[in-house]
Protein backbone atom coordinates (compact mmCIF):
# COMPACT_ATOMS: atom_id res chain seq x y z
CA UNK A 1 0.00 0.00 0.00
CA UNK A 2 1.40 3.44 -0.61
CA UNK A 3 1.71 6.60 0.76
CA UNK A 4 -1.45 8.56 -0.08
CA UNK A 5 -1.41 12.20 -0.36
CA UNK A 6 -4.47 14.52 -0.46
CA UNK A 7 -6.05 17.89 -0.78
CA UNK A 8 -8.23 19.70 1.83
CA UNK A 9 -9.75 22.61 2.04
CA UNK A 10 -8.20 25.18 4.10
CA UNK A 11 -4.70 24.94 2.21
CA UNK A 12 -3.91 21.50 4.06
CA UNK A 13 -2.40 18.65 2.25
CA UNK A 14 -3.16 15.43 4.19
CA UNK A 15 -0.79 12.31 3.88
CA UNK A 16 -1.89 9.00 5.01
CA UNK A 17 0.81 6.47 5.76
CA UNK A 18 0.17 2.70 5.09
CA UNK A 19 1.13 0.43 7.73
CA UNK A 20 4.22 -0.10 6.53
CA UNK A 21 6.48 1.73 4.24
CA UNK A 22 8.87 0.43 1.86
CA UNK A 23 11.97 2.47 -0.02
CA UNK A 24 9.96 2.55 -3.40
CA UNK A 25 7.17 3.88 -1.66
CA UNK A 26 8.70 6.53 -0.08
CA UNK A 27 10.92 7.79 -3.32
CA UNK A 28 7.41 8.02 -4.86
CA UNK A 29 5.79 9.94 -2.49
CA UNK A 30 8.40 12.60 -1.54
CA UNK A 31 8.80 12.82 -5.41
CA UNK A 32 4.52 13.64 -5.81
CA UNK A 33 4.82 15.57 -2.68
CA UNK A 34 7.32 17.66 -3.99
CA UNK A 35 5.44 18.11 -7.18
CA UNK A 36 2.62 19.30 -5.34
CA UNK A 37 4.34 21.73 -2.99
CA UNK A 38 6.37 23.35 -6.54
CA UNK A 39 2.49 23.96 -8.00
CA UNK A 40 1.38 25.56 -4.74
CA UNK A 41 3.71 28.45 -6.19
CA UNK A 42 5.04 29.14 -2.65
CA UNK A 43 1.46 30.13 -1.02
CA UNK A 44 1.37 28.85 3.03
CA UNK A 45 -0.49 25.58 3.59
CA UNK A 46 -0.12 23.15 6.08
CA UNK A 47 0.41 19.52 6.99
CA UNK A 48 -2.04 17.05 8.52
CA UNK A 49 0.41 13.65 8.30
CA UNK A 50 -1.52 10.28 9.75
CA UNK A 51 0.70 7.71 10.48
CA UNK A 52 -1.85 6.10 13.36
CA UNK A 53 -1.61 2.62 10.91
CA UNK A 54 2.29 3.11 11.10
CA UNK A 55 3.59 1.60 13.80
CA UNK A 56 7.54 2.08 13.70
CA UNK A 57 8.97 4.68 10.99
CA UNK A 58 12.18 3.10 9.66
CA UNK A 59 15.09 4.71 10.83
CA UNK A 60 16.23 4.56 7.09
CA UNK A 61 12.89 7.05 6.53
CA UNK A 62 13.54 9.11 9.51
CA UNK A 63 16.22 10.91 7.95
CA UNK A 64 14.49 11.32 4.79
CA UNK A 65 11.71 12.50 6.06
CA UNK A 66 12.97 15.29 8.23
CA UNK A 67 15.05 16.25 5.32
CA UNK A 68 11.38 16.56 3.34
CA UNK A 69 10.08 18.42 6.37
CA UNK A 70 12.88 21.05 6.45
CA UNK A 71 12.26 21.05 2.14
CA UNK A 72 8.01 21.78 3.01
CA UNK A 73 8.96 24.72 5.29
CA UNK A 74 11.25 26.64 3.27
CA UNK A 75 8.52 26.24 0.31
CA UNK A 76 5.13 27.63 2.31
CA UNK A 77 4.55 24.56 4.73
CA UNK A 78 3.03 27.11 8.08
CA UNK A 79 1.75 24.12 10.56
CA UNK A 80 2.50 20.57 10.57
CA UNK A 81 -0.30 18.16 12.70
CA UNK A 82 0.86 14.33 13.16
CA UNK A 83 -1.73 11.88 14.51
CA UNK A 84 0.14 8.49 15.95
CA UNK A 85 -1.47 5.82 17.52
CA UNK A 86 0.82 5.25 20.06
CA UNK A 87 3.23 6.98 22.58
CA UNK A 88 6.74 5.67 21.05
CA UNK A 89 4.95 6.88 17.60
CA UNK A 90 4.34 10.22 19.01
CA UNK A 91 8.46 10.25 20.65
CA UNK A 92 9.78 9.04 16.87
CA UNK A 93 7.72 12.17 15.64
CA UNK A 94 8.71 14.54 17.42
CA UNK A 95 12.07 13.65 16.81
CA UNK A 96 11.85 13.93 13.24
CA UNK A 97 10.55 17.53 13.58
CA UNK A 98 13.52 18.31 15.61
CA UNK A 99 16.19 16.73 13.30
CA UNK A 100 14.47 18.91 10.07
CA UNK A 101 15.08 22.28 12.90
CA UNK A 102 11.09 23.03 12.01
CA UNK A 103 10.63 26.25 13.28
CA UNK A 104 6.63 26.17 12.51
CA UNK A 105 4.12 24.92 15.10
CA UNK A 106 4.27 21.51 14.93
CA UNK A 107 1.85 19.13 17.19
CA UNK A 108 1.36 15.78 17.59
CA UNK A 109 -2.50 14.46 18.05
CA UNK A 110 -4.03 11.22 18.77
CA UNK A 111 -7.31 11.68 16.56
CA UNK A 112 -7.47 13.12 12.76
CA UNK A 113 -9.96 15.57 13.91
CA UNK A 114 -8.20 17.05 17.14
CA UNK A 115 -5.00 17.74 14.16
CA UNK A 116 -7.60 19.15 11.52
CA UNK A 117 -9.32 21.55 13.95
CA UNK A 118 -6.11 22.29 14.72
CA UNK A 119 -5.08 23.19 11.26
CA UNK A 120 -7.99 24.43 10.89
CA UNK A 121 -7.91 27.35 13.86
CA UNK A 122 -4.44 28.68 13.96
CA UNK A 123 -5.64 31.88 15.97
CA UNK A 124 -6.66 29.45 18.53
CA UNK A 125 -3.48 28.35 20.00
Keep these: MKIEIAHLPHDIIEIIYPSEVTPKDVTEYVEQLK ?5 RGGAEWSALVDQSRLRVMPATVVGEMARLNAYAQQRGM ?21 NAGLTIPAKTFESRA ?3 SWLEAPDAD
Design 35 to 39: KDITA
Design 78 to 98: KRSARVVSDPGSGLQAWRMTK
Design 114 to 116: EAL
